[in-house]
C-alpha cells in the first residue's frame, strides 16, 4: 500500500515563503511524475507544478518566478518552495504522484495541506 504525506502548510503574510514537502512510502518500485495542485473554496483543482522523472518542470503561469519545485528520488519526495506569496495563493494544497508498484502505475494523492496567505 502506498501513501503520501504532506507537510509544510501554515499562514504566512503576503510576501513571505513557505516550503511543502510530500513524502511517498510502502511497496514503490519507482515513481515517475511528481506535480504540485491546488484548490481555493469554491474553484476546480487546478495544477500549480509537475517534474518529470527526468527533472524537467512545467508551472501555472499564475505561479511562474515565484515557486520552485523539486523531487528527491532518493527520498521519494517532492518540494514545492512558494516564494512572494499572494492572498491569491491561499488553497489547498495537493500533491500527485505518478507510482510504479507490483500492481501497476496508478496516480496517488496526498491529504492536503491548508496553505493561507493574509494579513
Known amino acids: 500500500q502506498v501513501q503520501l504525506v504532506e507537510s509544510g502548510g501554515g499562514l504566512v503574510q503576503p510576501g513571505g515563503s513557505l516550503r511543502l514537502s510530500c513524502a511517498a512510502s510502502?511497496?514503490?518500485?519507482?515513481?515517475?511524475?511528481m506535480g504540485w495542485y491546488r484548490q481555493a473554496p469554491g474553484k476546480q483543482r487546478e495544477l500549480v507544478a509537475t517534474?518529470?522523472?527526468?527533472?524537467?518542470?512545467n508551472y501555472a503561469d499564475s505561479v511562474k518566478g515565484r515557486f520552485t519545485i523539486s523531487r528527491d528520488n532518493a527520498k521519494n519526495t517532492v518540494y514545492l518552495q512558494m516564494n512572494s506569496l499572494k492572498p491569491e495563493d491561499t488553497a489547498v494544497y495537493y500533491c500527485?504522484?505518478?507510482?510504479?508498484?507490483?500492481?501497476?502505475?496508478?496516480?496517488?494523492w496526498g491529504q492536503g495541506t491548508q496553505v493561507t496567505v493574509s494579513s
Open positions: 517534474i518529470s522523472s527526468g527533472g524537467s518542470t
Open positions: 510502502g511497496n514503490i518500485f519507482s515513481i515517475r511524475a
Open positions: 500527485n504522484m505518478q507510482i510504479f508498484t507490483d500492481r501497476g502505475t496508478r496516480d496517488y
